[in-house]
């Protein structure tokens, strides 16, 4: 190739940084504090990341109930060290950081405050891939002129893409959905570790003839298939892909940033990012991490999982069965569930396995396995088949559909419509409720997602003890 033509087609792959959020939620069980963070802050500015992830997920969660801090202080604070680097958080649709549907005044209290304390960029999911839970977050995304990145979950029924439900058409319809909606970005997000490196690239491929605006990847290394889906993913033409830097990437966390920046060098897709720069960061947080010990899985000596590749339940998911089966001394049992599962989701319209389904799934399975098949249904199994979380992929087993909803309070014919639109307002209640206590607005909102725990929260913020 000659110079100039080699010139002329440069196209640099975009890169967000994970690791303030994704980083340490998937290898630190999401326990980095924020003045760990501010010390490297103003020199992750400098590398030149299309954004960084330092909100949402898991971290509203962990802040509040674990490490003791106001969660809306992380992005305020960050962004006094962080200027020129969007900042980006993991959205989860109508459940908003938390586990199950809010209605929409919460919705667009929360996101307008988002958007007050300094996300730039949102990346928003549903677990089931129903676009209509995205409608209330969008509305506010786009009123307050942030960057809306509609995600869809990469999800399998076969070893590889294809079958009868999520194949290339699936993937295909969703993102022209996405695109329809205004999204300023598309990421597939796949985040088991599922996506194999040739199924990644017919699937960019298609979706770069198809769709206009920048596609953004998020995988994880769980499987071991990351870095090569992601350097396939390149050749197809992905604009952006997601790392971690070396410390707080691979297992299961998405791909280290060093390699690709030496991968790519020289190639029409070199980042141009300076590998010194990066690698004295990378010195830096080794320093810092030491602490955190305590939170690294060794119960293994290989970093990567690759049961995953075989029955593709995601590491998260695995972790929560296990406790649960020790807990009831079946740990014996662990196989049995593991061929439950996908009968239960197929049975339950089978939705991708992510918050807040790998857990709906995963406890049906193994109350199947220890007392007879729906011979217990949980709640959430009854709500998912009314349809309080949305459609789901494929329609739901007759004869469980049956069973499960039999004597269900709120009835036997499912709901077909919005899964919010089935909710009342809670703020105002919520506001009565907490009273002195939510001394703000951000207060109310940490107290309308977490009942319970952002309470407590609230009792320790405050000093005041009942
Ligand atoms: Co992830």
Known sequence: MNFTTEQAALKPVLIQDNTFRDGHQSVLATRMRTEDMIPMAERMDEIGFWAMEVWGGATFDSMHRFLKEDPWDRPRILK????????????????????????????????DKACEVGIDIFRVFDALNDLRNFQTAVERIKTNGKHFEGSICYSLTE????????????????????E???????????????????????????????IQVPLHLHTHCTSGMAPLTCLKAIEAGVDIIDTCLAPLANSTSQPA??????????????TGFSLESVLELDDFLEGILTKYHEFIATDKVADIDVGVLDHQIPGGMISNLKNQLKEANALHRLNDVYAEIPKVRTELGTPPLVTPTSQIVGVQAITNVLFGRYKIITNQVKDMVYGLYGKTPTPVDPEIHKKVLKGYRRGKTPVTGRAAD?????????????????????????????????????????????
Not at 85 to 103: A, E, I, K
Not at 184 to 195: N, Y
Not at 433 to 462: C, H, Q, V
């Open 80 to 111: 006094n060290y962080i200027k020129k680097t969007p900042f980006s958080m993991l959205l989860r649709g109508q459940n908003l950081v938390g586990y199950r549907n809010y209605p929409d005044d919460v919705i667009r209290a929360f996101v």
């Open 257 to 270: 940033l060093e390699p690709f920046i030496v991968a790519l060098q020289e190639t029409e897709w070199d």
């Open 180 to 210: 329809a909606m205004g999204a300023d970005t598309i990421c597939i997000k796949d985040m088991a570790g599922l996506m194999a490196p040739y199924d990644t690239y017919t699937l960019i491929t298609a979706l770069k003839q198809e």
């Open 422 to 466: 089935y909710l009342g307002p809670e703020l105002e209640k919520n506001r009565r409720k907490i009273g002195n206590l939510a001394r703000t607005e951000e207060d109310l909102l940490t107290y309308s997602l977490y009942p319970s725990s952002g309470k407590e929260f609230l009792k320790y913020k405050y000093r005041v003890d009942e």
């Open 159 to 178: 070893r590889h893409m294809g079958g009868d439900v999520f194949n290339l058409n699936y993937y295909l319809d969703k993102c022209r959905e996405l």
